[in-house]
């Protein structure tokens, strides 16, 4: 979290907190800008929504720098809260590459418990040099 409550958070999404995506209206009014970026994992299609688990993937989404107060917004949709047994989600920081190479830190929601989802089916959208490239398609 920032020290100072004006300064923004970075923030990554990959799914439906993207912009155009279906829950990005909820928090819309809090980005203040957003940028292509991709962190290393692997996304997982559970329908209505994907998740993220770890792997040595590449994932596309978006970075956005948002007001501090968008997380308790994005908490909520995500099912992210402080006992990791009831969560969905976990909300962890990641290290994101922006298109111009450089890397910043962001928060992210990786799925809770990715023992459960490992029959569900991947968001391979393609191969890049060896390396499974996942993204959220446009629904």
């Known amino acids: ?12 999404v ?3 907190l993207m912009p155009g995506h ?12 957003g940028c292509p970026g991709k962190i290393t994992g692997i996304l997982v299609d559970l329908g209505a929504f994907p998740a993220l688990v770890p792997g040595d993937g590449i994932v596309e989404g978006v970075v956005l720098d948002i007001d501090p107060t968008a997380l308790a917004i994005t908490d909520r949709i995500e099912g992210y809260g402080p006992n990791r047994n009831d969560c969905l989600y976990i909300r962890k920081e990641v ?3 922006l298109d111009d190479g450089t890397q ?3 928060w992210t929601y990786e799925f809770a418990h990715p023992q459960r989802i490992t029959d569900q089916p991947r968001l391979v959208a393609k191969e890049v040099c060896g390396a499974l490239v996942y993204s959220w398609p446009a629904r």
């Open 104 to 106: 910043a830190t962001a």
């Open 95 to 97: 290290t994101v590459t």
């Open 22 to 33: 279906g829950n990005h209206h909820r928090i819309e009014r809090h980005v203040r800008r």
């Open 1 to 12: 979290m920032p020290d100072c409550p004006d300064q923004p958070v970075r923030f990554f």
């Open 14 to 16: 990959y799914g439906t």
